[in-house]
């Protein structure tokens, strides 16, 4: 019987099938640890006080970013003595207006706001960062991005762990206040809640909590043995993140919410993720023997450290599963999409299915189930074809070709450039 190329097809799509079961079941894994754990406060970490305030920088990068007056005016009214924390924006705009804008609240506050800015975009944030690190006093450096809102008692809650001397970094949730314009901040928001929620509780159980760059904040003797922001890196949080779990620090998870938005268009939103998935894989390739051998990690950690840096390996298998079970239903009649075979249908959706299960469960212990459809919606429609983006950037980072670095839109620029034209 000759081997015709439905059969080619049909072996591919099987082979495809393999590795897309084992993150599967790796998701329901995720998805069942966060079960067990459950949310019982009494096993919650209690972190003894503070003997004593430290001094805070508050740090704001922000390119041509008009909203950053937003979350510079949160900033200004936290609940913590104002003699205990400062503000410094690190501003790398290029609009005049928006320099100004953000220059008027350090001129009104000269020695609480402090206005850095940069004539060039030499690295990008890191550079930014590692810039305005030379302006700032704060024993303890808190970030945000300038869309997001932190509530006035921020400082107050995130430098708690702080009292335990092996602590480095401190993460906060993030909320996004703008999920539901469409079906692309739809599918962001699920993606980062589900992150949110389900991965970053436990890898606060295993110390493995990786920094996001922004509504959290960092111990800074740690952050300069570290040898400060790498500015090499796109993702220099994650980098940042390994690099002091492999010293032997803590990293923490806080359950509280900051809101912030999501990208609200392809372009956006695709970058976005291609710059996160390259970044997270070049921190991998470049720690290899670190994260696989260094003493300072145990098994939980690696496999956790491998699995974000790692995980985005499995959408040029999502590509290639969709493709060729698409183009075996063209060419041939595939028992797969025969949907009278119910049984059939629903083990092999269940075995294939872990990411939508995570989600699920995400949107249950957020009481949001009535969104599910949404969910199911846009992981299969805007969920492919970011696979697609995502694979390239993936095949990048392992060959070494550079990705260029993309600052995410801000949707909430709109109304504030109107402000100030």
């Given at each position: 019987?000759?081997?015709?190329?439905?059969d080619?097809?049909?072996?591919?799509y099987?082979?495809?099938?393999?590795?897309?079961?084992?993150?599967s079941v790796?998701?329901?894994i995720?998805?069942?640890?966060?079960i067990?754990?459950?949310?019982d406060?009494n096993?919650r970490?209690r972190?003894?006080?503070?003997?004593e305030?430290?001094?805070?920088?508050?740090?704001?990068p922000?390119y041509?970013?008009?909203?950053?007056?937003?979350?510079?005016?949160q900033?200004?009214?936290f609940?913590y003595p104002r003699?205990?924390?400062e503000i410094?924006?690190?501003?790398?705009?290029?609009?005049?207006?928006?320099?100004?804008?953000?220059?008027?609240?350090?001129?009104?506050?000269?020695?609480?706001?402090k206005?850095?800015?940069?004539?060039?975009?030499?690295n990008?944030k890191p550079?930014?960062?590692k810039?305005?690190?030379?302006?700032?006093?704060?024993?303890?450096?808190v970030?945000?991005?300038?869309?997001?809102?932190?509530?006035?008692?921020f400082?107050?809650?995130i430098i708690?762990?702080?009292?335990?001397?092996?602590?480095a970094?401190v993460?906060?949730r993030q909320g996004?206040?703008?999920?539901?314009?469409?079906?692309?901040?739809?599918?962001?928001?699920?993606?980062?809640?589900?992150?949110?929620?389900?991965?970053?509780?436990?890898?606060n159980?295993i110390?493995?909590?990786?920094?996001c760059?922004?509504a959290?904040?960092?111990?800074?003797?740690a952050?300069?043995?570290?040898?400060?922001w790498?500015?090499?890196?796109?993702?220099?949080?994650?980098?940042?993140?390994?690099?002091?779990l492999?010293?032997?620090?803590?990293?923490?998870?806080?359950?509280?919410e900051?809101?912030?938005?999501v990208?609200d268009?392809f372009?956006?939103?695709?970058?976005q993720?291609?710059?996160w998935?390259?970044g997270?894989?070049r921190v991998?390739i470049?720690?290899?023997?670190g994260?696989?051998?260094s003493?300072?990690?145990?098994i939980?950690q690696?496999?956790m450290?491998?699995y974000?840096?790692?995980?985005?390996?499995?959408?040029?298998?999502v590509v290639?599963?969709?493709?060729?079970?698409l183009?075996?239903?063209?060419?041939?009649?595939?028992?797969?999409?025969?949907m009278?075979?119910?049984?059939?249908?629903?083990?092999?959706?269940?075995?294939?299915?872990?990411?939508?299960?995570?989600?699920?469960l995400?949107?249950?212990?957020?009481q949001q189930?009535?969104?599910?459809?949404?969910?199911?919606l846009?992981?299969?429609?805007?969920?492919?074809i970011?696979?697609v983006?995502?694979?390239i950037?993936?095949?990048?980072?392992?060959?070494?070709?550079?990705?260029?670095w993309?600052?995410t839109p801000?949707?909430?620029?709109?109304?504030?450039?109107?402000?100030?034209?």
């Open positions: 019987m000759a081997f015709t190329l439905y080619l097809t049909l072996f591919i099987n082979l495809s099938l393999f590795p897309i079961i084992f993150f790796l998701f329901i995720f998805a069942l640890i966060n067990f754990m459950g949310n406060k096993n970490v972190y003894r006080n503070l003997n305030l430290p001094f805070i920088t508050v740090q704001i922000t041509n970013d008009p909203v950053a007056e937003r979350c510079l005016k900033c200004m009214n609940n003699n205990k924390y410094v924006v690190a501003d790398d705009s290029t609009s005049i207006e928006t320099q100004k804008l953000l220059k008027s609240y350090a001129d009104k506050n000269p020695n609480f706001i206005y850095v800015h940069r004539d060039n975009r030499e990008f550079g930014a960062l810039n305005a690190l030379k302006e700032s006093r704060g024993e303890i450096i970030i945000f991005d300038s869309d997001w809102v932190p509530a006035e008692d400082i107050k809650k708690k762990p702080f009292s335990d001397p092996k602590v970094i993460q906060a996004i206040y703008n999920k539901n314009t469409n079906l692309i901040t739809r599918f962001a928001a699920y993606v980062m809640t589900i992150y949110h929620t389900i991965i970053m509780p436990i890898s159980k110390n493995c909590v990786f920094f760059g922004t959290g904040a960092v111990r800074r003797s952050l300069e043995e570290a040898g400060s790498n500015v090499e890196s796109i993702t220099e949080d994650a980098d940042l993140t390994v690099n002091l492999l010293r032997g620090y803590k990293t923490v998870y806080m359950d509280f900051t809101p912030s938005e990208p268009n372009e956006g939103f695709i970058k993720q291609m710059r998935c390259y997270n894989a991998f470049d720690n290899a023997s994260i696989l051998f003493k300072d990690l145990n939980k690696r496999l450290i491998s974000i840096t790692l995980g985005n390996a499995v959408a040029p298998v290639i599963m969709t493709f060729f079970g183009l075996g239903w063209f060419l041939g009649e595939l028992t797969l999409f025969d009278n075979d119910v049984i059939t249908f629903f083990i092999r959706f269940l075995y294939t299915s872990g990411f939508l299960l995570m989600g699920i995400t949107l249950y212990k957020k189930l009535n969104e599910l459809p949404y969910l199911i846009s992981a299969l429609t805007i969920g492919i970011t696979a983006a995502i694979s950037a993936f095949f990048r980072a392992v060959t070494n070709r550079k990705l260029r993309f600052c801000k949707i909430a620029n709109e109304n504030f450039i109107k402000n100030i034209s």
